[in-house]
């Protein structure tokens, strides 16, 4: 039986990861992150449903890893982008 060969990928201020991984078929993005070994290098990460994708697509981690894709665990945002904006027209207008 093969294997399914995925990456997953995380970049933050702990720095930028790009961990291969080789999965028995039928393994979820989940499988493919606690084999990563991800969670030991960022201690504190964020890894639920609103946090992982694949290909910049969000997922679920119970999706289905194929082989070659790119597993993506995403940062959580520190401020929502419609307040970021209007904080900047804040600062323009004031």
Do not use: N, W
Request: hydrophobic share 40%; glycine share 8%.
């Amino acid at each position: 039986m093969s294997r399914v060969r995925a990456e997953v990928c995380y970049a933050g201020p702990e720095g930028q990861f790009l961990l291969p991984v080789e999965l028995p078929p039928g393994a979820t993005l989940a499988d493919a992150i606690d084999a990563s070994g991800l969670r030991a290098r960022v201690p504190g990460l964020v890894v639920d449903d609103r946090h992982v994708g694949v290909f910049s697509k969000p997922r679920a981690l119970a999706s289905v890893v194929q082989d070659g894709d790119r597993v993506e665990v995403y940062r959580p945002l520190r401020i929502d982008p419609r307040d970021a904006r209007r904080e900047r027209a804040a600062k323009t207008r004031g």
